[in-house]
Each structure stands twice: as C-alpha cells, then as structure tokens.
C-alpha cells in the first residue's frame, strides 16, 4: 500500500509539471502572436501663420571700411593717430621718409630744364635750315647754284627737322618722369579717404614699409564707419535660394545675449565660398549682408553674432508638428496593383534577384479606430514647431506628433495605438522654453 501511495505521488508530481509546462509553452506561442500596442501622442492639424526661416552665424563688420597700404616703401617718420581715433576725410594719417623721393624729383627737374634747353636749340637749327633751304631752293630756279647744293640744303632741313622733333619728344618724357616723381613723393603723405574710425593700427612709427605701383603694399592700418554696420553670414548652396535682398532678420549679438536687433537683407554673393575643395569635407557657402537697422548700441568690428533670416511668411495655412512628418516605404493594399513610381517594388519588377530599391514618401500617421493610418504628405514651408502640409491632411485630423521613436521607428500603418496626452503638454512647453 505504502509503495502504490509513493507511486501516485509521483504521478500527480510529474503530471502537474508536464500541464504546467504545456501551460507556459501557449502562453508563450499565443502571446508572440499578439500585436504590440504602441503609445503615442497626437495633436490635431490647424490653421495657423508659419514663418520660413534660415539660420546662420558670422561676424559683424562695417558695412564701409578701408585698408590703408604703403604705396611707396620707407620708413614710417609720422603718425599721428592711434588706434580707435575718429578723423575725418582729408585728414594726415601716416608720413613716410621723403628724401629719396624728394632726390627723384629734383633729378626729374633737372633733367626736364635741360631737355626744355635741348629744344631750344633745336629750333634755331631748325629756323637756320629753314632759311638755308628757302635761298637754296631760290637759286636754283635761277640757275644760279648747283643741285647739289640744293639736295644738301634740302637733306640739311630734313635733319634739323628731326632732331627738333626728338628734343620735343624728349621734353614731354622729361614732364612725365617729373610728374611720375612728384606723385611718388605725395604718396609718402598719406591721408584719410574717408570720415571714420581708425579700427586696426598694424603698424608704427620708425618701421620700415615696403610698397609698389605693382603689387599690394604694406598694410598700415584700417579706416571703419562704424556708424553704419552689417552682420556677413554664410549660407549653404540649398538654404540660399530661399533668400532674396529686403527679407527681414533677427540678429543676436553674443556680446548683448538678451537682445535681439532688428536686419534687412541688403546683399547676396553671387559667387561661391568653398572649403576643402575636393575633399569629403567640401563645404560651399555664399555670403549673406545683413544691414542692422537698431543703432542704439555701440558695435565692435568682429563681434560673433547669429541670425534667423525671415524668408516668406504664410498666414493661415493647414500645418501640423514638424515632428509629425517621416518616411516610410508605402505598401500597395491587399488586392491592390503597385503604381510604377509609388515607391513599392514588386516582385516581378525586383527581377530574379529582388535588389531593385524603394523609394520611401513622406508621411505622417493618423488614428483610425485605436490603429496608425500612413497619410502620404506633400508639405510646403516650415518654421521651429510647424510645417506647412499642402495636400493628404485635412483640417482638425488627429496626427500622431509623438513619441520620436514612435513616429519614426515603430509604427507602421495598421499597428494598434494608445494615445497617452499627458506627456504632450510637457515636451512642447519643454521644447517651446
């Protein structure tokens, strides 16, 4: 009796294991089979004013200002301004050692007093070869001289001709190399070509400066009007066709972080700015002037600064959260022939080897009955929170605006959605601070 009793025992014992491994075996095939249920949050699509805009940073510069180089080389014997000196136009900025350019000019002086002495003589040999000539030419339609008297009084005219015309030459060179020299001289006096600031002092006094009519000289210093300042910032190559001059701009200045002054686009390069040309890291921008308009603040060339260029604004359009839009590749519905280009490759167009490549669409996911419904989308402008969205949404539609992995990784259209809008309120007024 004792051993029948162990006996069923053991059979309750390896029974209820063997039901209670069954048991977990179909609770794990029946709950791989259910469908996840993805939390989301929503926001429905309304009517409001979005403004486009482009961001970029640089620095502020004036919007006139001039480098003063050497144009004749030297020593720096004057300068009397300094750096941060308000002068006006025509005023002395810089002298360099004259004396060698003095030397020139006297040298030219002379050299034009003797070829003006040269002439002179010139033309009395040449009045004395006219007359000769004349009395020649006169005998000898009397017969009363030779031809070759004649020949010789006639070649005689020719050369005093020539040697008159070579000294006027000579004369008008002379006046050349003199005006050439005294320019050079006035150029060791160099004055200011506009009112302004001295922003940059290079050099100083008793340095030696080098300068030519050839090649760029030795810069001295920067003349600025300050009054009149710019903000240049660089846009890339997709961002700069959306600009045109007169867009509005706000320009943050690091220097004033609290503040934000008032721009107008007033130029836009035509030509290209490239980095590491040719290189993976090729950058192409095109630099955007921003004149700054607020002029109750003092700026300093070389300020850091940003701006948010404002450049088309739309007044109640159809628009939904910037967030909301992602791409996904859209399926053809059971039953449902693909359309050629609907991005969607079937397995007649991938071929014996299915490697043809779908082209994804933009979408954004509405609720459908507690599933995500994929809308394709075509949207237009955009700001920080909002996008335009011209066609595949209707107003007041609930789209999904979170989470990002949600939109973005897990949901595919027909999965079964919670909404959870609690935690909306707290990432937008997290996003909007």
């Known amino acids: ?202 050099s100083e006094a008793g340095e030696r400066v080098s300068g030519s009519s050839f090649m760029q000289g030795t810069e001295i210093m920067t003349i600025a009007d300050l009054s009149m300042m710019e903000a240049r910032v660089d846009i890339g190559e997709n961002d700069v066709v959306m600009i045109s001059v007169g867009d509005t701009a706000r320009v943050q200045v690091d220097a004033y972080a609290n503040r934000k002054f008032k721009g107008t686009v007033s130029e836009i390069a035509n030509t290209a700015k490239t980095k590491g040309a040719g290189s993976q890291d090729e950058v192409t921008n095109f630099e955007v002037k921003i004149r700054i308009v607020d002029k109750d603040v003092v700026f300093r060339p070389g300020m850091s600064m940003s701006a948010d260029i404002e450049t088309e604004t739309k007044k109640s359009v159809l628009s939904i959260p910037i967030q909301s839009v992602t791409t996904r590749v859209m399926k053809p519905k059971e039953g449902e022939k693909p359309k050629q280009g609907d991005g969607v490759a079937t397995a007649a167009a991938k071929g014996a080897e299915g490697t043809q490549s779908e082209k994804p669409k933009e979408v954004v996911f509405a609720v459908d009955n507690g599933k995500a419904k994929a809308l394709p989308v075509k949207r237009g402008i955009s700001d920080d929170l909002y996008v335009e969205i011209l066609d595949g949404v209707t107003d007041q539609l609930e789209v999904v605006s979170g989470s990002f992995k949600a939109i973005n990784r897990d949901l595919e259209d027909g999965a079964l959605v919670k909404i959870d809008n609690t935690q909306k309120r707290f990432g937008m007024a997290k996003k909007e601070n």
Not at 17 to 33: D, N, P
Not at 51 to 59: E, R, Y
Not at 70 to 81: D, K, M
């Open 1 to 202: 009796m004792a051993a029948n009793s162990k006996s069923k025992k053991k059979l309750f014992i390896f029974g209820g294991l063997g039901l209670l491994v069954i048991v977990l075996v179909l609770v794990v095939l029946f709950g791989s089979k259910r469908e996840n249920v993805v939390t989301i949050q929503t926001e429905k699509a309304t009517r409001r004013t979005i403004t486009q805009i482009v961001t970029a940073s640089g620095k502020i510069q004036p919007e006139t200002q001039v480098k003063i180089n050497a144009e004749v080389s030297g020593e720096i014997i004057g300068l009397p301004v300094k750096e941060g000196q308000r002068v006006r136009r025509g005023e002395l900025l810089v002298r360099i050692k004259p004396d060698q350019y003095q030397a020139q000019v006297d040298r030219a002086d002379a050299g034009l007093t003797s070829s003006k002495a040269s002439l002179s003589l010139q033309t009395a040999n040449l009045e004395k070869a006219q007359s000769e000539f004349k009395r020649a030419e006169e005998l000898f339609q009397k017969k009363l001289t030779s031809e070759q008297e004649f020949i010789s009084a006639k070649t005689a005219l020719q050369v005093a001709k020539s040697q008159y015309e070579s000294a006027k030459a000579g004369v008008a060179q002379a006046q050349a190399s003199l005006r050439d020299s005294k320019e050079s001289l006035a150029k060791t006096s160099v004055y200011s070509p506009m009112d302004g600031v001295v922003s940059q002092l290079i």
